[in-house]
C-alpha cells in the first residue's frame, strides 16, 4: 500500500473527505519524524514503537574492490512491530494458508 491508497483508505474508514485523511496523515508523519529527530521514542501501546538506535562505526568493505572501509557511527530508526500488530498478522497467515 502506498501513501495515496492509505489515505484513499483512511478518508473511507474514517468517513472524512481525502483532503482530510490527506492532512491527518501528514500531521502524524510529521509528528512522529519531530519525536524521533529529539531522539523521543513513538510508543502505540499493543501496536508498536518507533525508536532511534545508536549504530556503532565500524570497518566494511567495498562491494565492488573489496578493498577495507570505515564506515562511521550513525543513528538509525527502528520499529518493534507489538503484541496486536504481531497477532493480527499471524492470525492473516493462518487465514492465508488455509485458501
Known sequence: MNKTELIDWVADK???????ASRALDALLE?????LKND?????VN???????????????NPLTGEKIKINASKVVSFKAGKALKEAV???GKEDSKS
Do not use: C, H, N, Y
Not at 509528528?31 to 519525536?35: D, E, L, N, V
Not at 523521543?40 to 502505540?44: A, E, F, I, R, S
Open 14 to 20: 474514517a468517513e472524512i473527505t481525502k483532503v482530510a
Open 31 to 35: 509528528g512522529i519524524t519531530s519525536s
Open 40 to 44: 523521543d521514542p513513538v510508543v502505540l
Open 47 to 61: 501496536w508498536g514503537a518507533f525508536v532511534v538506535k545508536q549504530r556503532a562505526a565500524r570497518e566494511g568493505r
Open 90 to 92: 499471524k492470525e492473516a
